[in-house]
């Protein structure tokens, strides 16, 4: 029913407080309106696991490279044939220079739907904000669509490059990249890329300077054991397994302390210092309703996520562990797991120089200047990503997704990316893909 007359000023009045201010109705070009709707589209394919429709990915992503003009290969590393690493190729003007590797998985992390704002696979875009809702918008779907407009952009320039551009589109990287980054690192087609630099995922900036990833940290598993004299609950005594146990944790919280303090402080970065965390503790003798109360058991066990920056002193944290944290005559012992190589092929630490001494980083780092941003100092990421595998061989790679001001959602509830900032992203890497795909050295 139509409000009277003179209440319908009103009525304007509330509407437009309720649906906050309101955008200009077309603020987007034909172009970029596509791009947007492009970016979406592949949102909504369902690629997270436990079940990544990888098969859709592909129906999607190779006749878009394909109508650019990129040549498509998919690769497998699997009997079965169901998870397929894309590659696609721009080739340049000499192909006798090594080539700029663009890459970004397909999959990513689950998503709870009762716990969003916005189903995380519809891809909705709030037309007061241009934020798109979805699993993936910023871990990290929104890279491949950039670096295909992005080199739309290039080719409608008339631009050529002189370095071969190849994307891949990798499967499994939240689950380890095993069947993924891994075996392609690995494998033959890889060498025959003849790869000089990549550049890979990165993470949201909430201010407006983007952020850059040289390093991952290595991640390693501890796992204390403690033994001692079994005894009544009653009775107080030195040596058991609990109490050594106890000991244990306690140094453990000492270091940690004194880590995190440092992030604290804003003295480093969360990826620059040695987390460790308990992250299972098991000890007691179980009963049927639960465990025996008056019993000391005689063994005891915790387990400890480890991670170290690639510049830390590797034997040092090892010493601290035997001589400090499960020193034998405490009845403890432990079984240090380190989770993939400690050193590249060259047996140098892990990580991509971000000085003069790597001419890729200072190419880079002009781009952002011409595409008009600027770069927040150079991080370790406090987790993994597939560059590990190319930093291994010796190759600088560098993580970057160009995302500023925007909160840090990855892997979180509704996670989002503004269309605003996923439209520029196009744009820096039109200066980047032009840049790296140029460089004569
Ligand atoms: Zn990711």
């Known amino acids: 029913m139509a409000a009277p007359l003179r209440h319908r000023p009103l009525l304007l009045a509330v509407v437009l407080l309720i649906s906050g201010l309101p955008r200009p109705a077309h603020p987007f070009t034909e172009l970029e309106s596509d791009q947007i709707a492009r970016f979406q589209e592949y949102l909504r394919i369902r690629t997270a696991h436990p079940s990544p429709d990888y098969a859709g990915a592909a129906a999607f992503l190779l006749p878009y490279a394909a109508s650019l003009g990129l040549h498509t290969t998919t690769l497998h590393f699997t009997?079965?044939?169901?998870?397929?690493?894309?590659?696609?190729?721009?080739?340049?003007?000499?192909?006798?220079?090594?080539?700029?590797?663009?890459?970004?998985?397909?999959?990513?992390?689950?998503?709870?739907?009762?716990?969003?704002?916005?189903?995380?696979?519809?891809?909705?875009?709030?037309?007061?904000?241009?934020?798109?809702?979805?699993?993936?918008?910023?871990?990290?779907?929104?890279?491949?669509?950039?670096?295909?407009?992005?080199?739309?952009?290039?080719?409608?320039?008339?631009?050529a490059p002189a370095r071969t551009v190849h994307i891949s589109l990798v499967p499994d990287e939240e689950t380890g990249g095993v069947d993924g980054f891994e075996k392609f690192a690995r494998s033959e087609e890889f060498r025959a890329l003849n790869v000089g630099f990549m550049l890979d995922e990165g993470q949201a900036s909430p201010t407006d300077a983007f952020r850059v990833f040289y390093a991952d940290r290595l991640v390693w598993r501890l796992i204390v054991k403690a033994a001692g004299a079994p005894g009544h609950g009653s009775r107080m005594f030195d040596g058991a397994a609990v109490g050594n146990l106890m000991d244990c944790v306690e140094t453990v919280a000492g270091f940690r302390e004194a880590q995190f303090g440092k992030v604290k402080a804003g003295e480093k970065g969360p990826g620059e210092v040695v987390s460790v965390n308990p992250v299972y503790m098991k000890a007691g003798i179980p009963s049927p309703t639960g465990f025996v109360m008056n019993i000391q058991p005689s063994e005891a066990e915790v387990g400890f996520d480890l991670r170290l920056p690639p510049t830390e002193d590797i034997e040092q944290i090892k010493r601290r562990v035997k001589e400090e944290w499960a020193p034998a005559h405490k009845n403890l012992t432990y079984e240090l797991m380190q989770k993939g190589p400690v050193m590249d092929v060259a047996g140098r630490p892990i990580f991509t120089a971000t000085n003069e001494s790597n001419p890729w980083w200072s190419v880079f780092e002009q781009a952002i200047t011409?595409?008009?941003?600027?770069?927040?100092?150079?991080e370790i990421l406090s987790s993994t990503t597939d560059s590990r595998f190319v930093r291994q061989l010796g190759i600088p790679a560098l993580g970057f997704s160009p995302m500023t001001n925007t909160p840090i959602l990855l892997h979180d509830n509704n996670?989002?990316?503004?269309?605003?900032?996923?439209?520029?992203?196009?744009?820096?890497?039109?200066?980047?893909?032009?840049?790296?795909?140029?460089f004569q050295g």
């Not at 904000?129 to 952009?153: H, M, W």
């Open 415 to 438: 996670e989002f990316l503004e269309d605003k900032v996923f439209l520029r992203g196009i744009k820096v890497y039109e200066h980047v893909i032009r840049a790296l795909s140029s």
């Open 79 to 159: 009997p079965c044939k169901t998870k397929p690493l894309l590659l696609l190729t721009w080739p340049g003007t000499d192909p006798s220079l090594p080539s700029v590797l663009l890459n970004s998985h397909m999959d990513s992390v689950p998503a709870e739907p009762e716990l969003w704002s916005h189903p995380p696979f519809a891809a909705h875009r709030d037309p007061a904000t241009g934020r798109i809702y979805a699993r993936g918008a910023q871990d990290d779907k929104c890279l491949p669509v950039q670096y295909l407009e992005a080199i739309r952009g290039l080719r409608a320039a008339g631009f």
């Open 370 to 378: 011409s595409a008009g941003g600027k770069l927040s100092k150079p």
